[in-house]
């Protein structure tokens, strides 16, 4: 599923009872920063998300890449702790 808007486009990659993985591949945040010369800004949105789905004792939440960072997308995955 492909999720798309004036300043957003995601792309649901799994989305099951283990496991919820998705894509942006263009993120407002993202987009914000570069327009007002701060790049170093979203960087700083895509820490937050680590120190805030992190702290989330039922998931874990790994990101191998961010656009913040120069990576091609920001991933994200989002495992389920209690799944069997």
């Known amino acids: 599923m492909c999720l798309k ?3 957003w486009e995601s792309k649901v990659i799994q989305n ?3 496991f919820m993985v998705f894509i942006i591949k263009k ?3 993202h987009d914000t ?3 007002m010369n701060c790049p170093e800004m979203g960087q700083m949105f895509c ?3 680590i120190v ?4 989330i004792n039922k ?3 790994e990101r191998t890449q961010t656009l913040a960072c120069g990576g091609e997308c920001c991933d994200f995955k ?3 702790n209690e799944a069997k």
């Open 5 to 7: 808007g004036d300043n």
């Open 59 to 61: 998931i874990s939440f």
């Open 78 to 80: 989002f495992i389920n």
């Open 27 to 29: 993120c407002l945040w």
């Open 16 to 18: 099951d009872d283990n």
């Open 47 to 49: 820490k937050g998300d």
């Open 33 to 35: 920063c570069i327009e």
């Open 52 to 55: 805030c789905y992190r702290s």
